[in-house]
Every structure is written in C-alpha cells, then in structure tokens.
C-alpha cells in the first residue's frame, strides 16, 4: 500500500477515534485529546496517542481507561471506517510536551550572559 494511502488512513483514524473518545465518560482522567494515530503498512495495527492535561495519576487513569473501553472503540471504528482490516489499536501516551517543556527548561538553565567584546 502506497505510503501517501497509509497517511490518509492513519488521519482518518485519528480523526474518527477522536470524535469516539469524545464520547466516552472519561471522569477524572484530565482534559483528553487524540493527537495522532500510526496504522501499519498492512492495516492490521495501529498504535494511537493521546495527549492528557492533567496530573500523571489522570495521564495513567485516561491509558487505562481507553484500554478498558478497547473493544468499544475498536467496534464504533469498524462501523466508521470501512477498510479491509480495522487496525488493532494500542493507546499510548503523547509526552511530546513534556519532552519540550523539559528541553525548555533545560535550555533556560543554560542560559549564557552575552559578553561584551
């Protein structure tokens, strides 16, 4: 399958999960967001991230949650978007902010005073 075809599913997927996770009774797992969704060459897998805003206690509450309600999503996907195979699909933890953030602080700490030659 053509990669441009694998790109355009896996922002199908993501778009439609996202409006599913909406949805769901998420109670005290933060503020959730689907940021992106990766679907294998063969359409058999794919693993989706999501963002959580809120402590790690919610970011662990919200893994856990959307693991539990696998077989929910997984169907309301099926029913979605049709496609020879509905990826198996394996949630995990966006942390691309966390990682900027600590990069920022870590670069504000290096922070040189310019001298003056």
Not at 26 to 54: E, K, M, N, P, W
Not at 55 to 71: F, M, N, P, R, V
């Amino acid at each position: 399958m053509s990669h441009r075809r694998i790109e355009r599913v896996s922002e199908l997927v993501k778009q439609q999960i996202g409006e599913i996770v909406q949805q769901l009774n998420l109670a005290g797992c933060g503020f959730v967001t689907v940021t992106s969704a990766v679907v294998s060459q063969d359409l058999r897998d794919g693993r989706v991230y999501v963002s959580v805003i809120g402590t790690a206690k919610q970011q662990q509450a919200a893994i856990a949650a959307l693991e539990e309600a696998h077989g929910h999503i997984q169907h309301e996907l099926s029913r979605r978007v049709i496609l020879k195979y509905t990826p198996r699909l394996k949630f995990l933890l966006d942390e691309t902010e966390s990682h900027a953030q600590r990069i920022e602080h870590l670069l504000d700490e290096l922070h040189i005073e310019p001298s003056n030659d």
